[in-house]
């Protein structure tokens, strides 16, 4: 498991926002970072896209000095209508807006 310091990893995803609206026809984009329990920490984006607002992220573990690894290698949505899980990459969390969660 190899640990990224997080502010490289915000400054990586800061530089993808302008892609990602483009490409998957966002309304807005923005950075999600949550502390979970323990040494979890969630990494990912805020994204609105058909007046729906979507937090789509990664769960990584943060070390002590506030580093992170990926913890799991899928995505997850999270949106009011309850949580989506296992999705491999953006395009396929993307794919699966665009056909709306199912429940």
Sequence with gaps: MEFMQREALLTEMNHSLKKMLEKYDLDDVGI????????????????????????????????DEGDLAPQEQTWVIECEDG?????ENLDAVFSHLETGIQH
């Design 32 to 63: 999600f970072q949550e502390e979970g329990e323990g040494n979890r920490y969630y990494l990912g984006y805020t994204v609105r896209k058909n007046g729906e607002v979507y937090m789509i992220h990664q769960a990584f573990k943060k070390n």
């Design 83 to 87: 949580d989506s899980r296992g999705y």
